[in-house]
């Protein structure tokens, strides 16, 4: 009987057919939606599915938007915690809803935007703003003298500026602090860390640039050191540890 199936009954049955899979669980999802075109106030939908309490909150959301309400909008991509694309507020902190599994959150789940930046629709903000200060601490390499050979380094030089160097730029740090939320010209979190990674780079020449923008008023002088940034940060980076080697080296390193 199975063979005469058409693909689009096979991908359908599937739910019904998870031979020796977890009993599934009930999950009510509690969103905020907004839609320009629709309503110029947010508003709260809830949809209640079935869902395996194995699956990441990701693959809740793109049953809801699947089977549900097709309108449903949020940034996705890898589904594996690297490309940053989902950052959201749940349960009043920012995560990444592909790394968030369902049986942590179940049985009701409540799911927001990130904050301090301008929401375009449901879970979609504006990044431009978040990505206008990553691209102000010039955040690539600098180093323009000739060379015939690579330039190397110790590993304990490496080891300097390691942590920093796995920022995915979701934005869950920056939109995590009470700072950017009040004051949109604050370069924010993010910004910094990925100047600190070129900063304490042994090969780049910029760093000095770099701690110059850095000393502005919009700068590392205006975090607070609440640590809301290291404790939202989905790739465990010490994002406050880092602020503060940068103050320092504004401080004391700069000329």
């Keep these: 009987m199975a063979a005469s199936l058409t693909p689009a009954e096979i991908l359908n049955s599937s ?32 949809f209640t599915i079935q869902v395996d309490p194995y699956e990441r909150l990701v693959e809740a959301l793109h049953q809801v938007k699947w089977h549900h309400d097709g309108t449903l909008t949020f940034r996705r991509s890898c589904a594996h915690g690297i490309c940053g694309s989902d950052a959201m507020v749940i349960n009043g902190r920012n995560a990444l809803a592909c790394k968030i599994l369902v049986k942590d959150v179940a049985p009701k789940v409540t799911i927001e935007p990130i904050r301090g930046l ?5 879970l979609i903000v504006d990044m431009e703003p978040f990505f206008d200060g990553y691209r102000a601490v010039l955040p690539y390499l600098v180093n323009d003298e000739e060379t015939e050979r690579e330039r190397v380094q110790t590993p304990q030089e490496r080891e300097r500026y390691d942590d920093t160097t796995k920022c995915i730029l979701c934005a869950a740090c920056t939109t995590s602090c009470p700072i950017f939320w009040s004051d949109e010209t604050y370069i924010g979190p993010a910004a910094i860390v ?3 990674r070129f900063i304490f780079d042994s090969r780049d020449r910029a760093p000095r640039e770099r701690l110059g923008i850095l000393s502005e008023k919009t700068g590392v002088f205006r975090c607070r050191t609440t640590f809301n ?5 989905p790739r465990g980076i010490e994002v406050t540890k880092a602020i503060q080697e940068v103050k320092r080296a504004v401080l004391f390193d700069r000329p």
Excluded at 17 to 35: K, M
Excluded at 118 to 122: F, I, M, N
Excluded at 229 to 233: G, M, S, Y
């Design 15 to 46: 739910d019904e057919r998870r031979v020796g899979a977890t009993p599934l669980v009930t999950l009510t999802l509690r969103i905020r939606r907004f839609n320009p075109q629709v309503s110029e106030e947010p508003w709260w939908d809830e």
């Design 118 to 122: 301008a929401v375009l629709k449901d």
């Design 194 to 196: 990925n100047a600190h």
């Design 229 to 233: 940034c290291t404790d939202a940060c």
